[in-house]
């Protein structure tokens, strides 16, 4: 989900409480000996975390829960497809199209790469969160997501639900609002790290493992992506050095030349919401540390569920995987519209990539494969 930066009345001295309680919660979950008994508490907290990912009763009013904008069948991305999914507040839209959530986990807390100068890592398309305990609690506090007022009120809505003794059974009596908050987060994050959300069952993934075949068509595109199409220069067919896993992303940030989306609902909103009105530029990650020269970069996404994942780039400002793949191919010698902030975008590795018709089509054959749960 989407969040306004400075829009958001966050509590922050509890927020603080909860990335520090729930980093060293992360931590121990990954590195502490696992055990039958922790198999155990683990799918309890996964199972938890999913109630709780598709629960309707913790928005403000009633009716809203994470997979509104982060559905299953997208990818977990915006089940219809929306520049801007709606809140509960259906008249209030924020600023940014919602990205897929599958994958999301393997990132890491955001730093800065000397050697290549950009930086990798954090969530949200900004990466202004460290972690995913700390960006679980952003959606439910803001005014055009689920609208929560604080805090409180997000613990009286969990305490409430008919499976609250859950919270008790796997971490046992809480003592305060922050402690509660810290289960929620931890419950939402063991499911977002799980099977259920990074699969890697794609026809991709069976043909890396020799179990299915590619057409002439995505072998092509196969051969495309890692040359003259230059996909693998930011998403990497090679494994991850953390996981291991294929991810189809570096993690870093790019500005790439995406014009403003006008048909963006956020720039009709009232001051309240977006005060710069038509005016408004979205700035990405350069907002977050500060630095101009990042302005406009937003975080490399995985290609995992590209197809299904529509629309796309960080204002929802193409439709289709074809439209995508022609920008990336022809900005720089088509008239493709201006970009929101000319100076810094990459003009090195896309913009005149010199293919042709059919190796577009072959492009987008190949990335049709990186859907999760193919079937022959």
Do not use: W
């Not at 497809?81 to 600023?95: A, E, K, P, R, W």
């Not at 977050?288 to 995985?302: A, R």
Request: charged share 20%; proline share 5%.
């Amino acid at each position: 989900m989407t969040t306004i930066m400075y829009k958001m009345k966050f509590h922050y001295a509890a927020l603080l409480c909860i990335i520090l309680i729930s980093t060293l919660s992360s931590c121990s979950d990954q590195y502490t000996e696992i055990t039958d008994e922790k198999l155990i508490l683990k799918d309890s907290k996964i199972t938890l975390g999913e109630k709780l990912f598709f629960e309707t009763k913790l928005s403000n009013p009633e009716g809203q829960s994470c997979a509104n904008c982060h559905a299953p069948q997208t990818g977990f991305s915006d089940p219809n497809h929306q520049i801007v999914s709606n809140g509960i507040n259906g008249n209030l839209f924020s600023n940014r199209n919602a990205p897929s959530l599958s994958y999301n986990v393997f990132s890491p807390e955001r730093y800065y790469n000397l050697v290549d100068q950009t930086f990798i890592g954090g969530l949200f398309i900004d990466g202004r969160s460290q972690n995913l305990e700390t960006q679980a609690i952003n959606p439910l506090l803001n005014p055009v997501e689920m609208n929560n007022l604080n805090i409180n009120m997000i613990v009286q809505k969990i305490k409430s639900l008919s499976y609250y003794s859950d919270f008790i059974k796997i971490y046992g009596t809480n003592t305060s609002d922050t402690e509660l908050l810290n289960q929620f987060t931890n419950a939402i994050s063991n499911f977002e790290k799980s099977t259920k959300v990074n699969s890697f069952t794609s026809k991709f993934d069976y043909f890396s493992k020799q179990l299915v075949s590619f057409s002439n068509d995505e072998l092509a595109g196969l051969a495309l992506y890692k040359g003259k199409a230059n996909c693998a220069a930011c998403h990497p067919l090679d494994p991850d050095e953390n996981s291991g896993k294929v991810l189809l992303t570096d993690f870093s940030y790019d500005n790439i030349g995406v014009p403003k989306n006008l048909n963006n609902p956020f720039y009709s909103m009232p001051a309240s919401i977006n005060p710069d009105g038509a005016n408004y530029i979205d700035y990405g990650i350069g907002a977050i540390v500060n630095m101009p020269e990042h302005n406009g970069k937003f975080k490399v996404p995985t290609l995992r569920n590209i197809a299904i994942s529509a629309p796309y780039f960080h204002n929802g400002f193409y439709n289709t995987l074809s439209q995508v793949i022609h920008f990336y191919n022809k900005r720089k010698v088509e008239n493709l519209g201006q970009p929101e902030i000319p100076e810094t975008v990459n003009t090195q590795e896309l913009g005149d990539l010199k293919m042709t018709i059919q190796e577009e089509q072959q492009l987008e054959k190949f990335l049709l494969t990186l859907t999760d749960h193919y079937r022959q």
